[in-house]
């Protein structure tokens, strides 16, 4: 088996910012950002590709025996001397050759570039349909070979076990072997997995099992308390999963680091001792008992407020309660939260409830989570709004998030088509340059403009009408909705108008893809939600490029412009035909954060001109303004999280005491 650390070593990970001192992480951010502008130029990077081009000129007429012995002084260059040009690029020169003889694919030069990015530690933003599977390959060989192990880090485990099973023969001839942690694998599973020097994965399985190795370790992940855990037992790594956080290369790591930075990784346990569900059957009737606007009030970013008469006729409701209910903060705490799941979550958008059991959708990718659950009481209140047995609270025993997680690694890259937007908060929380790569050809991808409509029931009129006359014409189409619901709704009106559609919820990730396959044939018309079935290439069928490509529409705009983009990236890849529009409302969830005084006389002047020029300008800039203010305000909640996370790590660490 590889082994990449002798026992004294396990468990590498970098310290976290705060534990530097403030001039050495100030000095550190300076030398680094300096050199990689400097040595990740555009003119860095094409004398880079003319070096990689000469050894491959070179390496294409080795025979087998030959090419290995290279790699033989390759490797040893690299671990002699690490990851420096000279070393770099002759690696670089032979992955594209042998990839070129075993497996049919040779890395493009904008795929070489991209590999040069992330193996000096950067993001690398690559157009949509680039090729960031065989460029991740790249970096993957290089740093494994370096004596790293590497993590590559996909969306779904679907895209884990597709791209290491493809990859597999590639490393294979490098003496590499690699592995894909799912899910849901068993224990002994996983601990052969992390063995392996090249591990493919979702980011959640990786912080779920490094929260498992902070159990174990209890305290503090110290070099002399992993060597002592080691001694007495006899073996190394004894029961740990992971072999340190050496180095990740992230798919689409703004989905994965920003998109996903608010939601806390928590591994709990079952408090059966608790009265639970009498408590929150209380909660949930005090909660029914409140008047909105009266007793409560509920903001545009959907917190929930009592007013005084509410927090009057509460304490008044609670008198005939046991005395539990007569502390004022705990009662109002429980009863918030009991308006909360009634007014804030929506089945079939928020969650869905199968086989008796409320299931979480991910508002980032549209999935069923059937083995998460919502903290403090959340998911038992809408257990019990729904009807449906309730489950025991948990009990948190290790929480952490992606942003404090990934600040962990030793050595930490990324891909994305989508980062420009997020790439100073990349910058700042993660220290990651973004660098774009330019696309290997031209796109031809063309705008159809953004219509806006007065109400959602209009909108749905002209999005039928309009797929109505594609499916005719021929030219597939990816229509993006926002929610479950929003897709239905869309299915049944396309049924009663006759349309043949496919409809895609993003249940299962295996049917994802092949449904998403299959968008590019003659007058397919695919209902989508979210970014359902990413990371599937869409194939064009014969005769659709003639007929204007792969058309992309958007009837809902998202909390952040990135989400849009990576739909609207599904269209014109490598420089296929493609087009795409956005087909939206007033009504849409997004535009509710603004003040119903400035949306109240723009839908009734819309009514009025619908086709108006300069309404549909103010309607569009209405719509801008409600998403940059969202993005703005997730933007200022991360930092928040972030900074609070910091301030507890301060204290588990004063007080002795694991996160």
């Not at 791209?163 to 001839?173: G, I, S, T």
């Amino acid at each position: 088996m590889f082994s990449l650390l002798t026992s004294a070593e396990r468990y590498p990970q970098k310290l976290d910012w705060i534990e530097l001192p403030f001039l050495e992480r100030v000095w550190n951010w300076m030398v680094l950002h300096w050199t990689r502008h400097v040595r990740l130029s555009p003119r860095r990077q094409l004398r880079f590709v003319q070096q990689v081009e000469a050894f491959e000129e070179a390496f294409k007429a080795l025979d087998e025996a030959a090419l290995k012995a290279r790699l033989q002084s390759i490797r040893l260059g690299l671990r002699r001397e690490g990851i420096e040009d000279n070393q770099v690029a002759p690696a670089f020169a032979l992955i594209r050759v042998v990839s070129s003889r075993i497996m049919g694919m040779r890395h493009h030069d904008v795929q070489i570039r991209g590999g040069y990015v992330l193996v000096h530690g950067c993001i690398t933003e690559m157009d949509t349909g680039e090729g960031k599977t065989l460029t991740a390959t790249l970096a993957a060989i290089v740093m494994a070979l370096a004596g790293r192990q590497v993590h590559v880090v996909t969306v779904n485990d679907y895209l884990a076990g597709r791209d290491a099973e493809e990859m597999a023969p590639l490393y294979a001839w490098f003496g590499l072997t690699t592995a894909t942690v799912a899910e849901d694998a068993p224990r002994e599973a996983r601990e052969q997995a992390y063995r392996h020097p090249i591990v493919y994965c979702t980011g959640k399985t990786l912080v779920f099992d490094y929260l498992k190795d902070r159990l174990v370790l209890g305290q503090q992940l110290s070099q002399m308390g992993i060597r002592l855990k080691d001694f007495i037992r006899n073996r190394p790594g004894g029961e740990l999963l992971l072999p340190g956080l050496q180095f990740a290369i992230v798919d689409e790591i703004d989905s994965v680091l920003i998109d996903e930075a608010r939601t806390p990784l928590i591994i709990s346990a079952t408090d059966d001792s608790a009265r639970h569900e009498q408590y929150y059957g209380h909660a949930l009737a005090l909660a029914r008992e409140m008047a909105l606007y009266t007793d409560f009030v509920i903001d545009a970013r959907k917190r929930v407020e009592l007013t005084r008469a509410g927090r009057e006729r509460l304490d008044e409701l609670a008198q005939s309660l046991e005395p539990l209910w007569h502390n004022q903060f705990r009662r109002e705490e429980a009863v918030i939260q009991a308006l909360t799941a009634l007014y804030n979550f929506t089945r079939d958008e928020h969650y869905i409830v199968r086989d008796d059991k409320v299931m979480i959708v991910d508002e980032h990718t549209g999935r069923i989570m059937p083995d998460r659950s919502w903290e403090k009481g959340l998911h038992q209140l809408i257990e019990l709004k729904e009807g449906v047995p309730v489950t025991p609270p948990r009990v948190t025993l290790a929480k952490i998030s992606f942003q404090l997680f990934f600040r962990r690694y030793m050595g930490l890259a990324g891909m994305t088509g989508t980062g420009r937007e997020v790439a100073a908060e990349m910058g700042h929380v993660y220290d990651l340059l973004s660098v774009r790569i330019p696309p290997h050809r031209p796109s031809r991808r063309i705008s159809q403009g953004s219509r806006v409509f007065a109400t959602a029931d209009l909108k749905w009129q002209a999005l039928v009408e309009k797929l109505g006359q594609m499916q005719e014409r021929g030219q597939p189409v990816l229509v993006g909705t926002r929610t479950i619901n929003a897709a239905d709704e869309l299915a049944e009106r396309l049924a009663a108008a006759g349309i043949e559609h496919q409809v895609l919820h993003a249940n299962q990730d295996v049917e994802e893809a092949e449904i998403v396959s299959e968008a590019g044939k003659r007058g397919r018309i695919t209902i989508a939600t979210n970014m359902a079935g990413r990371g599937t290439d869409i194939k064009l069928a014969d005769g659709v490029d003639a007929l204007g490509g792969l058309h992309v529409i958007l009837t809902e705009l998202h909390d952040s412009a990135r989400v849009d983009r990576q739909l609207v990236g599904r269209s014109a890849r490598q420089g296929q035909p493609g087009s795409w529009e956005e087909i939206l409302s007033l009504e849409d969830e997004l535009v509710q954060v603004l003040s119903g005084k400035l949306l109240a006389p723009l839908v009734k002047a819309l009514q009025r001109s619908p086709e108006s020029r300069a309404l549909q300008w103010v309607a569009r800039k209405v719509y801008w303004l409600a998403q940059k203010k969202l993005e703005r305000y997730h933007k200022r909640i991360r930092r928040s999280l972030l900074k609070a996370e910091f301030q507890t790590r301060r204290s588990l660490s004063f007080t002795g005491k694991s996160e």
